[in-house]
């Protein structure tokens, strides 16, 4: 038998992107051994492309390539340059976690005044003793790669009836180029618990950099939980990031996410409803233009009666860029009195623009409500007219138009600073169009 040796777009051999790394990733030998076991399944399955169903309209394999050696840990000018980035990304109130090129920065992080509501603890930190956080229920190729090459992320544990003061945002900053980062967290959130979760992803001077992110979350009964999520990575990087969320009872959980950068992005999200009488509402935008590839694929699970469960996406897309949306919601037998509906609606402003979207049902259950729909369409030329009859320039007239396509989805967000906030990004996106 001839065995020919895996090599990446460079020639080098898949296999020493681990073994050239494993020097500094943080864990016992027993981590150190789930760690290669994860990268063996990577090695095997390589990156994911159009024959794996779930990556169907995300090639990795054509589109990325390769995966770029991991980032060295950051120095002082890498730091200077995290902490520029952070004044400029800090939310109001919000309280910080900053991570830089995958590592946790204490200096530039609020750890004591989360400390006195919280436990705040580093993955490394936990990995010295414990490879659970490594340990995830899927074959997918990039979230074994995560598994094997995370090199830190934050682990958060909100008691049971915590009500936090202010919200918590962890912000993801690249000052590296050409390198990748790879950063797992956990969140567990008690039983009538109250949070809101922040997560931004930004460049500090870096360029053609790749992100690899995963995040646990675990809910506990009557809880109330939003987490926002907000990317605006450089033009030419790539982030695929992967949440695995499992939801108590009674529970109130609201996501949205919003892309606003990256040359190839992807967030994967696997929603468990696992208590009964729970909501879950997941929404989010993509604003994409040149030629900006974007993709949300989303797994909600109703494995219990008597859940809610709500999708409202939009995409905005310019120029050649291309935008995906994959919803699937399941239904188990048992699960009678499930409510889920989910709603993708694309608006194309260029002729070359694409958008693939493809809602799914799987319902094991006979006694439901769910339904979905999917959409595509351009600018309505008789509002454009409208608009610009009583004297708006087209550009304030498609914005005018463009900020109501984009307003359903943002106005879940409950917190009415951040919505306001959200609000000002797709403005700013907006007046960044030619």
Known sequence: MNVAVAKTGNGRAVSDLFASAEGRLPGSPAVIAVRREAFETYERLGLPHRRIEEWKYTDLRALVGEVLPLAAAPDAAALKRAADAVKTQAIDGARKLVLVDGAFAADLSDVKALASEISVKTLRETLATDAGLLKTPSTDAVIALNAAMATDGVVLSIADGTQLSAPIQI?????????????????????????????????????????????????????????????????????????????????????????????????????????????????????????????????????????????????????????????????????????????????????????????????????????????????DDSLLFYLKARGLPEKQAQALLIQAFVGEAIEQIADDGLREHVIGIAERWLERRP
């Open 171 to 379: 912000i993801h900053i690249a000052t590296a180029a050409s390198a990748s980062a790879f950063t797992r967290s956990q969140i567990v959130v008690g039983k009538g618990a109250r949070a809101t979760i922040i997560e931004s992803f930004v460049a500090a001077g870096a360029n053609a950099y790749q992100v690899n992110d995963a995040v646990i979350i675990s809910v506990g009964d009557n809880a109330d939980v939003a987490h926002i999520r907000l990317m605006d990575d450089a033009p030419d990087a790539v982030n695929i990031t992967s949440q695995f969320v499992t939801v108590g009872a009674n529970v109130k959980f609201n996501v949205f996410n919003m892309t606003t950068g990256a040359a190839v992005s992807r967030l994967q999200g696997f929603f468990t409803l696992a208590g009964e009488g729970s909501e879950l509402s997941v929404n989010g935008v993509n604003l994409l233009q040149k030629t900006e590839h974007g993709d949300t694929t989303l797994v909600v699970d109703h494995a219990v009666p008597n859940c809610v469960s709500r999708e409202v996406f939009r995409a905005v897309l310019d120029d050649r860029a291309h935008s995906v949306f994959q919803g699937r919601i399941i239904v188990r037998p048992d699960a009678q009195k499930t409510d889920g509906k989910m709603m993708i609606r694309a608006l194309l402003l260029s002729d070359e623009a694409e958008a693939y979207n493809k809602p799914e049902l799987e319902i094991f259950a006979d006694d439901v409500s769910c339904g979905h729909g999917a959409t595509a369409g351009a600018l």
